[in-house]
Nanobody, 123 residues
Framework: VQLQASGGGLVQAGGSLTLSCTTSGRTVYNYGVGWFRRAPGKEREFVAAITYDGKRPYYTDSVKGRFTIPRDNAKNTVYLQMNSLKPEDSAVYYC?????????????????WGPGTLVTVSS
């Protein structure tokens, strides 16, 4: 499955932004989808993930209560809704797709990756 992340941009601290991850080639319905991010000078880290059926979300502690990960299988799109953004949320955000139940929070649990989208949060 091919993935395309979009929706990045510049936002002030405290603001909101919604990223979209759209699939092509195959329907997103059969895939779990995760969001990861890489800040300058840091390794890529897990942010959030959602199971194929949308019933089980996963979040890293630093975004709990601020980010949500809804999905619209009819549109082959998974979103990352980001609220109360902080400067430390600035990073390139990547979406990835996985097939199967192996780890939703590890990079090696994912089979396909899309190019990232840059999010910059100004203070």
């Amino acid at each position: 499955v091919q993935l395309q992340a979009s929706g990045g941009g510049l936002v002030q601290a405290g603001g909101s932004l919604t990223l979209s991850c759209t699939t092509s080639g195959r329907t997103v319905y059969n895939y779990g989808v995760g969001w990861f991010r890489r800040a300058p000078g840091k390794e890529r880290e897990f942010v959030a993930a959602i199971t194929y059926d949308g019933k089980r979300p996963y979040y890293t502690d630093s975004v709990k209560g601020r980010f949500t990960i809804p999905r619209d299988n009819a549109k082959n799109t998974v979103y990352l809704q980001m609220n109360s953004l902080k400067p430390e949320d600035s990073a390139v955000y990547y979406c990835a797709a996985k097939y199967g139940s192996y780890s939703y929070t590890r990079e090696d649990g994912y089979n396909s990756w899309g190019p990232g989208t840059l999010v910059t949060v100004s203070s």
